[in-house]
């Protein structure tokens, strides 16, 4: 069974919007720091956004301004919310969970858990 499962993603136009979402099945889910990172082609993996029990937040500076990442406890799921988006954004988007949660954190290594991406492309 899949513990993290991301949806949400497509294909827009450079200045348009998504929002990914990440449904978790971890047992007392409210405990961990999730996180979203993303993959380019021939690109390394790399750190998006976090969010923490209390609801701090990290983002990489690359999004600052543009994405916003939250957390609904009550239905188990993390969202990304991307505005202004450029084609440089263009990747696979994966959604991970760091268990326990000690404040939002981009460290891609210290996350335990890892969904399987949703695709984002971005056209000029």
């Known amino acids: 069974q899949e513990q993290l499962a991301e949806s949400g993603g497509g294909s827009v136009q450079a200045g348009g919007s998504l929002r990914l979402s990440c449904v978790s099945s971890l047992y007392t889910y409210r405990r961990y720091c999730m996180g979203w990172f993303r993959q380019a082609p021939g690109k390394e993996r790399e750190a998006v956004a976090s969010?923490?029990?209390?609801?701090?937040?990290s983002y990489a500076d690359s999004v600052k301004g543009r994405f916003t990442i939250s957390k609904d406890n009550a239905k188990n799921t993390t969202y990304l919310h991307m505005n202004s988006l450029k084609p440089e954004d263009t990747a696979m988007y994966y959604c991970a969970a760091k268990g326990p949660c000690w404040g939002p954190t981009l460290t891609e290594k210290i996350y335990n858990y890892w969904g399987r991406g949703t695709q984002v492309t971005v056209y000029p």
């Open positions: 969010i923490d029990t209390d609801g701090r937040t």
